[in-house]
Every structure is written in structure tokens, then in C-alpha cells.
């Protein structure tokens, strides 16, 4: 990312994140979250895997290379995330918490 004269960023994270959950939004409509973890239950060797959820809780089927495009633009607009774990993305707010902290209830 550039920087300007000032030695900012010419384009803050903040705003990246949420140009991401509008690009999401776009893309897979009705989406409100997707989680995203190197271990796809189908694979043998660490993989790309997605679950979006709707509003609801429901899953939403995805095709398989929409499902990697979305996990690989997560994981790249947060890189020094831990992602030996897995995380999921709220698209209504941008932010992204490890998923196994808010399962146990112990906070982002």
C-alpha cells in the first residue's frame, strides 16, 4: 500500500475492511458472515475452506472457487491474523474475531 508525503497510508485499513464487506455483500447476497479456516473437512492437506451464514444462521451454499475467492480476500486484507485458527468475518460491521473466542462466549 502507498504512502503519503506524510508517511500514512494513502488508503487506511479501516476502509479497506469495509470496501471488502461491500465487495462480500455484492457477491454473495444475503450473506451476513463467513468463516474462514485453512482446514476444509474434505481435505486431506490444509485448504482454503468458507461457511457463510445469512442473518438467520442459516448456511448458504456457495460454489467451490466463490468460496476461495472470498476466504483468499479475507485472508489477505488481514495477513498477520493467526490463521492456523479459524476467524469469521461479520460483513455488517468489518471486523474479524477468531471463531473459537466467540464460540466459547469469551469476547472478539
Do not use: Y
Amino acid at each position: 500500500m502507498l504512502a503519503m508525503p506524510s508517511g500514512t497510508l494513502a488508503c487506511p485499513d479501516d476502509d479497506r475492511q469495509h470496501r471488502l464487506a461491500a465487495q462480500l455483500a455484492d457477491m454473495i447476497p444475503g450473506a451476513a458472515t463467513i468463516r474462514v479456516s485453512l482446514n476444509d473437512p474434505k481435505q486431506a492437506w490444509p485448504h482454503l475452506h468458507a461457511i457463510v451464514k445469512d442473518e438467520t444462521g442459516d448456511t448458504l451454499q456457495l460454489g467451490r472457487n466463490t468460496a476461495t475467492v472470498a476466504a483468499r480476500w479475507i485472508l489477505r486484507v488481514w495477513p498477520e491474523a493467526d490463521w492456523t485458527r479459524p476467524h469469521t468475518f461479520d460483513l455488517a460491521d468489518a471486523t474479524l474475531t477468531r471463531s473459537d473466542l466467540v464460540a466459547a462466549g469469551r469476547g472478539r
